[in-house]
C-alpha cells in the first residue's frame, strides 16, 4: 500500500513538473517583404514603422512573460497591424481592381495541428480574431466571402462598412496601377503581416493577415490564409509566416515545405528557410518568411531588399529592421 502512495505522489509531481512552463518563450513578426529602397523612405517613415514594430513585440512580450498562450500573442500582436494603416491589413489593406477591400487570414496551432482560415471578406475589422474563431468554434478550416461574414456575425463579431478600410495611399496606388493599365493583374507590393510565437509550455502558434495584393481581380486569393501555404505550425518542427508573391508560395506549398525540410533533412530552421527561399527566387516569385522552432531559434528570410521584422524572447534579446 505504501508503496502505491509513494509510486502515485511520483507520477502527480513528474505530470505537475511535465505541466510546468519553462519560462522560455519567443516571438517573430514581420509587416511584409517588397522593394524598399532606403533612400525613397524618409526616416520619419521608417520611425514610424520602427515604433508599431516594437509596440507590436511589446504587446506580444506582455503577454508571454505573464505565461499566457502563443496564440493569444500572435493573435493580440497581428491585431495592432491589422489596426495600424501602415501595413496591408486590416485598416490598411489595399484595394481590389474594383476599388473595394478584400481580407485574408490565418492562424495555425503547432501542438494540435488545428488551423483556421477567412479569404475574400469585406467587413470584417480584424480578420486574424475570426481566423481563429474558425479554428476554435466551427468544424472547418476555411471559411470564404459571404459565409465567413455571416459565421463572424454569429460568433458576435460586429461588421464594419467597407469604407472603414479606405486610406489615400493605398487608393491612390490602385490608381496609379490603373492608370498605367498594366498587362498583369496584380502588383509586386507586399505589406502582408504575420507573427508566430513560442510560449512557455512549447507550444508554437503562427498567423498571418492581408489584403491581398493591389489591384486583384476575379476573387483572387493569395497564400496568406492557405495552411500549409502562408501559415504553418507544427510543433515538431516551427511555426511560419510568409509574406510575397502569393501565386508562387502556393505553388511551392512554401510554409509545409520548410517543415518537411526541417524534419525530413535535419537541416536547422534557417537552412530550410533560405533553401526554400532559393526555390521562390528560382522560380521568378519574391517575399520572404519569418519562423521560429521549438527551441526558439528565429529565422526571418527574404529575397526582396527589405521586410519590415522583428524578434523577441525571453533571454531579453530583441530586434527590429526593415533593410537587408
Ligand atoms: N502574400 C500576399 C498575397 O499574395 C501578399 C503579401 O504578402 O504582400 O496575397
Not at 500500500?1 to 513578426?29: G, N
Not at 459571404?146 to 460568433?155: D, P, R, T, W
Not at 498571418?208 to 501559415?231: L, Q
Not at 530552421?269 to 521568378?284: N, Y
Request: with cysteine.
Amino acid at each position: 500500500m505504501k508503496r502505491l502512495v509513494i509510486c502515485f505522489a511520483i507520477l502527480i509531481s513528474v505530470s505537475v513538473l511535465w505541466a510546468q512552463p519553462t519560462k522560455k518563450y519567443a516571438m517573430v513578426i514581420h509587416g511584409g517583404a517588397g522593394v524598399m529602397d532606403q533612400k525613397n523612405m524618409t526616416s520619419e517613415m521608417q520611425n514610424e514603422f520602427i515604433a508599431v514594430l516594437n509596440q507590436v513585440l511589446q504587446v506580444g512580450d506582455s503577454v508571454l512573460a505573464h505565461g499566457g498562450t502563443c496564440m493569444d500573442a500572435v493573435e493580440q500582436s497581428i491585431m495592432v497591424m491589422e489596426d495600424s494603416p501602415l501595413f496591408n491589413a486590416g485598416k490598411g489593406a489595399v484595394f481590389t481592381h474594383d476599388g473595394i477591400v478584400e481580407l485574408d487570414a490565418s492562424v495555425m496551432e503547432g501542438k494540435s495541428l488545428k488551423a483556421g482560415a477567412i479569404a475574400a471578406v469585406r467587413d470584417i475589422k480584424n480578420p486574424i480574431r475570426v481566423a481563429r474563431a474558425v479554428m476554435e468554434k466551427s468544424e472547418h478550416v476555411m471559411l470564404s466571402g459571404l459565409g465567413a461574414s455571416q459565421f463572424a456575425k454569429e460568433q458576435g463579431f460586429e461588421p464594419v462598412d467597407n469604407s472603414y478600410f479606405y486610406t489615400e495611399k493605398r487608393f491612390q496606388s490602385l490608381q496609379e496601377l490603373l492608370k498605367k493599365e498594366r498587362e498583369a493583374t496584380i502588383n509586386d507590393k507586399h505589406g502582408t503581416v504575420g507573427c508566430v510565437a513560442l510560449d512557455m509550455f512549447g507550444n508554437i502558434a503562427a498567423g498571418t493577415s492581408t489584403g491581398g495584393m493591389t489591384n486583384k481581380k476575379y476573387g483572387r486569393i493569395g497564400d496568406s490564409p492557405i495552411i500549409g501555404a502562408g501559415t504553418y505550425a507544427n510543433n515538431e518542427t516551427g511555426g511560419f509566416s510568409c509574406t510575397g508573391h502569393g501565386e508562387y508560395y502556393i505553388r511551392l506549398g512554401f510554409s509545409r515545405d520548410i517543415s518537411a525540410l526541417m524534419e525530413y533533412k535535419k537541416i536547422t530552421i534557417t537552412e530550410a528557410c533560405q533553401e526554400e527561399i532559393r526555390k521562390l527566387t528560382d522560380m521568378g516569385g519574391t517575399g520572404g518568411v519569418i519562423g521560429l522552432d521549438k527551441k526558439g531559434n528565429i529565422a526571418m528570410e527574404f529575397n526582396t531588399s527589405g521586410m519590415f521584422r522583428g524578434y523577441i524572447n525571453s533571454n531579453g534579446e530583441k530586434q527590429v529592421a526593415i533593410f537587408k
